[in-house]
T-cell receptor
Framework: GIQVEQSPPDLILQEGANSTLRCNFS?????LQWFHQNPWGQLINLFY???GTKQNGRLSATTVATERYSLLYISSSQTTDSGVYFC??????????FGQGTRLTINP | DSGVTQTPKHLITATGQRVTLRCSPR?????VYWYQQSLDQGLQFLIQ???????AKGNILERFSAQQFPDLHSELNLSSLELGDSALYFC????????????FGPGTRLTVT
């Protein structure tokens, strides 16, 4: 099945810093989503982005489907951005396959 | 709020017992998915239903079963529970089961003692 790799596994930043999270996948995809899992365990949809670029406030994402990767950018980080960020892809089959996540810690 | 509801939020039970987790999809969504998040396995797909019928199966144990009812809500039944079944169980829904965005509920945290 499709493999999903996220990097880095951990990221510690000061408030106000910018960050880039990467997601590599091993096959063509028909769905790619980014999620933020907050400290209470909730999975919050950030982007549905099988290809192209999208922006939502301080967050933006780009997926280059032909090169099999996606990037999530967070600018001017806030402590509330802390948590685990997951990339998940769907390739033909009905299920989302999740990466192992990037744990982001924003210190005040 | 994703519009997907799950009950209960927390469940503590003993080994060997049986529990039922409930999920109501977003209004208009026909497809329901169940995922399990454990410390050692990460987030894994269990099973999908579309408009009442099983559509896809993942790493779901034989002790686990699910169904989707005519009103589109779904239940995940876990039986003969083991310590290793302790996990966060998510339900997600989408309009269809192919490439549409999936929206996740708040999860049910199951602790088996």
């Amino acid at each position: 099945g499709i493999q999903v790799e996220q990097s880095p596994p951990d990221l510690i930043l000061q408030e106000g810093a910018n960050s880039t999270l990467r997601c590599n996948f091993s096959d063509s995809v028909n769905n790619l989503q980014w999620f933020h899992q907050n400290p209470w365990g909730q999975l919050i949809n950030l982007f549905y982005i099988p290809s192209g670029t999208k922006q939502n406030g301080r967050l933006s994402a780009t997926t280059v489907a032909t090169e099999r990767y996606s990037l999530l950018y967070i600018s001017s980080s806030q402590t509330t951005d802390s948590g685990v960020y997951f990339c998940a892809v769907m390739s033909g089959a009905q299920k989302l396959v999740f990466g192992q996540g990037t744990r982001l810690t924003i210190n005040p | 709020d994703s519009g997907v509801t799950q009950t209960p939020k927390h469940l503590i039970t003993a080994t060997g017992q049986r529990v039922t987790l409930r999920c109501s999809p977003r209004s208009g969504d026909l497809s329901v998915y169940w995922y399990q998040q454990s410390l050692d396995q990460g987030l894994q797909f269990l099973i999908q239903y579309y408009n009442g019928e099983e559509r896809a199966k993942g790493n779901i144990l034989e002790r686990f079963s699910a169904q989707q009812f005519p009103d589109l809500h779904s239940e995940l039944n876990l039986s003969s529970l083991e310590l290793g079944d302790s996990a966060l169980y998510f339900c997600a829904s989408s309009v269809d089961g192919v490439a549409y965005e999936q929206y996740f509920g708040p999860g049910t945290r199951l602790t088996v003692t």
